[in-house]
């Protein structure tokens, strides 16, 4: 019986994040509330949320909305490092270059290597905004940066 086998806390995430799963092949979810609660953790570091979707009688990982809205992250988690708005556009480039993705099931299953910008792609694509290639420079310096301490530097 599938429901029965024992899968990892990592093995059930990656499972969620590929499709949905009936509830019936995943048993230990629906007993053990620590593994339950794991997995929730796990999905949402990642940027998932957990489903368990009771018309489906399966369980499932969606996307957060909030990874759809980067205002959330550039302003709460960012907006004590004051970074420029040149800066926190360039970590939404970045960011929608390489991590949004990896969360699109369809490009998912085509990615064949780890995904790379380099800094002449970004120059050559949003050279108009930056306007020379030591301003982009200065910009991923900025980035490169570990934050200040609070109270202190």
Same mark, same amino acid.
């Not at 792609?121 to 982009?136: A, D, H, I, P, R």
């Given at each position: 019986m599938k429901g029965l086998t024992h899968y990892t806390t990592e093995e059930i995430c990656a499972m969620l994040t590929t499709g949905p799963i009936p509830r019936n092949e995943l048993l230990s979810l629906q007993f053990d509330f620590h593994l339950r609660s /794991?997995?929730?953790? $796990?999905l949402s570091c990642a940027g998932y949320e957990f489903v368990d979707d009771p018309i489906s009688n399966c369980y499932d990982a969606r996307i957060k909305k909030e990874v759809y809205n980067l205002n959330h992250m550039l302003e @709460? /988690? %960012?907006g004590s490092m004051n970074l420029t708005m040149p800066a926190k556009?360039?970590?939404? $480039? %970045?960011w929608c270059s390489l991590i949004l993705? @990896?969360?699109?099931r369809n490009f998912q299953r085509n990615l064949t290597e780890e %995904?790379?910008?380099t800094e002449d792609q970004l120059y050559e694509n949003y050279k108009e905004q930056l306007g020379s290639k030591t301003n982009l420079k200065r910009i991923l310096t900025t980035l490169k940066r570990p934050p200040a301490k609070a109270g202190g530097f």
């Amino acid at each position: 019986m599938k429901g029965l086998t024992h899968y990892t806390t990592e093995e059930i995430c990656a499972m969620l994040t590929t499709g949905p799963i009936p509830r019936n092949e995943l048993l230990s979810l629906q007993f053990d509330f620590h593994l339950r609660s /794991e997995v929730t953790k $796990i999905l949402s570091c990642a940027g998932y949320e957990f489903v368990d979707d009771p018309i489906s009688n399966c369980y499932d990982a969606r996307i957060k909305k909030e990874v759809y809205n980067l205002n959330h992250m550039l302003e @709460k /988690e %960012l907006g004590s490092m004051n970074l420029t708005m040149p800066a926190k556009a360039m970590i939404a $480039i %970045l960011w929608c270059s390489l991590i949004l993705p @990896k969360f699109d099931r369809n490009f998912q299953r085509n990615l064949t290597e780890e %995904l790379t910008v380099t800094e002449d792609q970004l120059y050559e694509n949003y050279k108009e905004q930056l306007g020379s290639k030591t301003n982009l420079k200065r910009i991923l310096t900025t980035l490169k940066r570990p934050p200040a301490k609070a109270g202190g530097f």
